[in-house]
């Protein structure tokens, strides 16, 4: 039941990517766990074929344990299994696969001929879409009273109001990391770049959306603001265009919508 603590061993990684594991034959997904840990968890969900629990502490670490590189995980909800290698994260995908066809399929001698590993596996994605916010995701780290009226970055998991502010992001182009940092550079300076509150919708920056062209080398930057108002953008987009000079078009896309979606109904 809820709120029971549990020792556990991680067997598995299921489809989404929490490890998963069995206690007297009943199934225990384990958010944050990987294959070959054992932990301590304490159950949060429990319904009639399964539970879900959270690691409290890793009492033995997985033998495929690897450090990840990125600073924000295990707060932000990007990347669940940066910390597991990514030779073992391909076999437990390749299991997952399989196990589809045999289990939900009915293809009980089904097997993979051959599987192909990402290359690079990091800094790949073509596309990101980055959040402003008045409301940054205070760490557990920082002291109290800590500013956090701005946010440029990803939502925390499960929560449409809160915005974990991103430094660096591990799957995006480099250069991807440097528009953000001067786009946050910027905002900061300059008291007229608000943020966009969902809450209160008030506020002038929604989304900083980014398009790299992998074959082309040409990179997009959409700025989604809430209304119309190029003299107020100004500033952020002659910045961008002086400090990042491979950005090769720069799109202002309006949406004065309630619906926090990062397209609206004009773009200049």
Not at 104 to 132: C, S, W
Not at 141 to 161: C, K, N, Q, W
Not at 196 to 221: A, C, E, S, W
Request: hydrophobic content about 35%; some cysteine; overall charge neutral.
């Amino acid at each position: 039941k809820r709120g029971v603590d549990l020792e556990l061993q991680i067997e598995s990684l299921a489809y989404g990517g929490m490890g998963l594991a069995r206690k007297d034959d009943f199934v225990i997904f384990v958010k944050g766990g990987i294959p070959g840990q054992k932990v301590n968890t304490r159950i949060y969900k429990k319904k009639k074929g399964y539970a879900e629990a959270r690691v409290q502490h890793i009492i033995t670490e997985s033998p495929n344990s690897v450090e990840a590189p990125c600073d924000h995980f295990g707060v932000c909800g990007g990347c669940k299994i940066q910390n597991l290698s990514y030779n073992e994260q391909l076999k437990e995908k390749s299991n997952q696969v399989e196990d589809a066809f045999r289990r939900l399929g009915g293809f009980q001698d089904f097997k993979l001929d051959h599987v192909v590993g990402a290359d690079p596996i990091f800094n790949y994605r073509n596309k990101m879409e980055f959040t402003f916010s008045p409301h940054r995701w205070v760490l557990d780290t920082e002291p109290e009273g800590v500013d956090r009226s701005f946010a440029v970055g990803l939502h925390i998991p499960g929560r449409y109001d809160k915005i974990l502010d991103i430094k660096d992001c591990h799957i995006q182009p480099v250069i991807g990391n440097k528009i953000l940092k001067v786009a946050r550079d910027v905002c900061l300076a300059h008291p007229d770049l608000k943020p966009y509150d969902p809450k209160t919708h008030i506020g002038f920056l929604r989304f900083l959306m980014l398009r790299f062209g992998v074959n082309t080398n040409q990179i997009m930057v959409n700025l989604v603001t809430a209304y119309d108002d190029i003299n107020k953008l100004s500033p952020l987009i002659d910045a961008l265009l002086e400090q990042v000079p491979e950005i090769t078009s720069m799109v202002n896309n309006v949406n004065t919508r309630k619906a926090d979606v990062a397209f609206g109904e004009f773009e200049t």
